[in-house]
Nanobody, 126 residues
């Protein structure tokens, strides 16, 4: 069964922190890349962070470097996104995604991911 379940979103003030979790079913936890994406109202979905689950290599979009950290627990089939020093620009629906196989393209490109969760909302106020 293909399943990705995000949790951990919420409302915080600027400068605050949140930890997002993505629990994947065994069949969905990728042997390639898993990523976190976000979508703000009226904007396209953008890649935030990604992790190669085999080698633990990571990728971040420029605006979150040094503030967000992606990590994994392979035993628990879980990917995390630790977010610190949040700003209102980080507001959006955050989605977890997984690759079903080897895909060519950037790890932060939504188009190279096959499975998606339902999302968890992150709202950051001034």
């Amino acid at each position: 069964q293909v399943q990705l379940m995000e949790s951990g979103g919420g409302s915080v003030q600027a400068g605050g922190s949140l930890m997002l979790s993505c629990v994947a079913s065994k069949d969905t936890y990728s042997s390639y890349w898993m990523g976190w994406f976000r979508q703000a109202p009226g904007k396209e979905r953008e890649g935030v962070a990604a992790i190669n689950t085999m080698y633990s290599a990571t990728r971040y979009t420029g605006s979150v470097k040094d503030r967000f950290t992606i990590s994994q627990d392979r035993v628990a089939n879980t990917v995390y996104l630790q977010m610190t020093n949040l700003s209102p620009e980080d507001t959006g629906m955050y989605y977890c995604a997984s690759q079903a196989g080897l895909r060519f393209g950037g790890a932060l490109d939504p188009g190279v991911y096959d499975y998606w969760g339902q999302g968890t909302q992150v709202s950051v106020s001034e």
